[in-house]
């Protein structure tokens, strides 16, 4: 089996996507993640001298935009109303500076 | 009590129905909602029903009826609908098949859900789906699995696994799904009914939950090709809220009728060879070409060389797509919070460890590695530099042939638990994922059943960019040899108090009504199941 990640690396990149890994779990993600970038070897072997990648999925299709002018959105209210916890207004969060997250 | 047998109804005849006042939207409402009680225990495709909003959107449709100004119903007037619940419906709670979202109630209505109920339909709730639509099984839902209404001990494929199986057990005649890689044709192909991946930039994806943007698109699920064309016309053209949604004019009904001669039909002769093939499905997919060649399409063998790239293509620019769009899910605005955290980065990491599945999990770190410094060069970019080679094979082969015709999947459906290595998982999707990295319209159409197992089989019609009425016309000459995808053999048998005809169709409207095998095709559908090795008999196909 190759290794493309060691559990440091899952590990790291667990702590850069905030998904908490317990470790437990570590050694079977790593397995898991080692065994798809296994199956992605053949994008790794191709001769693309000189091929653009696209800039949209369709040829030269772009993107249509609308004009920049002011429209109606979500009251407060409703912007929050999916919110875990409000105070005052506002989205609610614990400390940000606090213990374990350095 | 009502008088007519609601499951049997296309959108087509509804429209017509309600126009004779056979019935009435309200009836309509109500026979749906008793078959989804009826049924759906057994199949489990919704996570919600709405009947208040499907009451509420009846009631003006009769309104107009009631009104005489018959001009103003809607193309899908009277006729329900259900949709994926990665769609946001205001009031609705839309979870994506997730603990993220299990409480998230929708602030807005989505595009495409908004053209529906526009059209006259009525919302008649959400369907289950694969985590986020990270799957092929619906197997990593979190709220329980769907079964296939076909045999309740096989998976409807997935994503759109509860969109399929919906229409499948004739709960509605047409529901919504999204596809990113084959989350659209593939459970259509294992629930045996018509299912629309339409040409990237066709619908409007504002207000559907992202997974991979430049991949992911909304279409149709229907029994018939009409229902699905009827619904394609309501659902496209440019929409100011999605910058990719283009502008359409396109009647997608206007040539069903027209037949396939002198058209030019694309076979890939690899896919044919392809392994993983079951023996079957290229039997019912060989079985078809033939029949179009008798109805005299051409077919032009063409080469797709680079396709075989398209699967780890994919499996790179997916994931990649999909860890950017996730994380916006910071426990903080909207989404499953893990209570009592101090500090802020350890309620992130317990959120999203304990809201995502393992799926979702594995693609955000897959992604999230895939894109890093050093590895980008070495996946990423490469993966966007082959996209360029399959998009321009498609553009090649579309010079000569305006559609084609492959397997939609390797096989038919598959046991649940069946299949645990996730890249094994992913090899289902094998003949529809190019199709996504291409950005071409792509629709799996039934062939009846295969030989082996006596499930569902189809084949993927493929069409070139904005041409989507092409793969329509061709599938209906296909559900004119094959018969019109039935309803599963177990949901046949009709809820008893739908199950009365005792008050008569309109003249007009009884020649509309299309029952799973229309009796003008009968003798050739038996022949085909019997081809097929399926049911010798109509009886046992076409309700008791």
């Known amino acids: 089996m190759a290794s493309h990640v060691t559990e440091r690396d899952v590990r790291r990149i667990a702590e850069y996507t905030r998904i908490g890994l317990t470790d437990d779990e570590l050694p079977q993600m790593t397995e898991d993640l080692n065994n798809i970038i296994e199956s992605l070897k053949p994008i790794t072997e191709y001769d693309l001298e000189g091929v653009e990648p696209p800039f949209h999925p369709i040829g030269d299709l772009s993107n249509v935009m609308r004009d920049d002018v002011e429209g109606t959105s979500f009251t407060q209210e409703e912007a929050l109303a999916n919110a875990p916890a409000v105070q005052d207004g506002s989205f609610l969060i614990p400390s940000i500076l606090g213990g374990g997250d350095a | ?544």
């Open chain 2, 1 to 544: 009590m009502v008088g007519f047998d609601f499951k049997d109804l296309s959108a087509e005849a509804i429209r017509f129905g309600l126009a004779a006042k056979d019935f009435s939207a309200r009836e309509l409402a109500e026979a749906a909602l008793e078959r989804v009680a009826s049924v759906d225990e057994q199949v489990n495709a919704f996570l919600q029903v709405t009947p208040d909003a499907a009451l509420a959107a009846a009631e003006a449709v009769d309104a107009a009826v009631a009104s005489g100004n018959l001009d103003t119903l809607g193309p899908l007037a009277g006729v329900p609908v259900a949709f994926k619940d990665n769609m946001n419906l205001l009031g609705t709670r839309t979870t994506c098949g997730s603990r993220m979202l299990e409480t998230y109630k929708s602030a807005y209505t989505a595009t495409c859900v908004q053209r529906i109920l526009d059209a006259g339909g009525l919302p008649m709730g959400k369907l289950n789906m694969d985590e986020f639509a990270f799957g092929s099984s619906t197997e990593t839902s979190a709220f329980g699995t769907t079964k296939n209404p076909w045999d309740l001990e096989r998976v409807p494929g997935g994503s759109s696994g509860g969109s399929a199986a919906a229409v499948a057990s004739g709960m509605v005649p047409i529901t919504l799904g999204s596809d990113t890689g084959g989350s659209i044709r593939q459970p259509a192909s294992f629930c045996g009914v018509v299912g629309v991946k339409p040409t990237y930039g066709l619908v409007s994806r504002y207000g559907v939950v992202a997974f991979g943007s430049s991949l992911d698109q909304v279409g149709p699920f229907a029994r018939t090709v009409r229902d699905a064309a009827l619904a394609l016309n309501a659902l496209v053209g440019h929409d100011p809220l999605d910058c990719t949604s283009q502008p359409c004019a396109t009647d997608f009904t206007a040539n069903l009728d027209e037949g396939v001669e002198g058209m030019r039909i694309g076979v890939v002769p690899e896919f044919m060879t392809a392994q993983g093939l079951e023996p079957e499905v290229g039997e019912a997919v060989l079985g078809a070409i033939e029949k179009l060649a008798a109805l005299g399409a051409e077919i032009v063998e063409i080469e797709l060389p680079n396709a075989a790239a398209a699967m780890s293509a994919y499996y790179v620019i997916g994931p990649c797509e999909a860890f950017s769009n996730l994380s916006r899910f910071d426990s903080v605005r909207y989404g499953y919070r893990d209570p009592g955290h101090a500090d802020l980065g350890s309620q992130y990491e317990a959120s999203r460890s304990a809201g995502f599945g393992p799926e979702a999990r594995r693609r955000i770190m897959l992604g999230s590695y895939l894109l890093s410094a050093g590895v980008y060069d070495t996946y990423y970019y490469p993966a966007q530099q082959v996209r360029t080679l399959i998009t321009d094979d498609y553009r090649m082969a579309f010079g000569e042939c305006d559609c084609i015709l492959a397997p939609t999947s390797p096989r038919t459906a598959f046991k649940f638990g069946e299949i645990s290595d996730p890249t094994t998982m992913h090899l289902s999707d094998i003949f529809t994922i190019s199709i996504n990295i291409a950005g071409n319209g792509g629709m799996s159409m039934p062939l009846g059943l295969g030989s082996d197992s006596g499930l569902p089989v189809s084949a993927q019609l493929i069409c070139p960019w904005f041409k989507d009425e092409n793969m329509l016309r061709v599938a209906a000459a296909l559900e004119r040899e094959y018969g019109t995808a039935p309803i599963a053999p177990a949901f046949t048998d009709a809820v008893a108090s739908c199950d009365t005809q005792s008050v008569s169709f309109g003249e007009a409207s009884r020649n509309e009504v299309r029952h799973s095998f229309p009796d003008e095709s009968a003798a050739s559908t038996a022949e085909t199941l019997a081809d097929f090795g399926g049911p010798a008999s109509l009886s046992g196909m076409e309700g008791e």
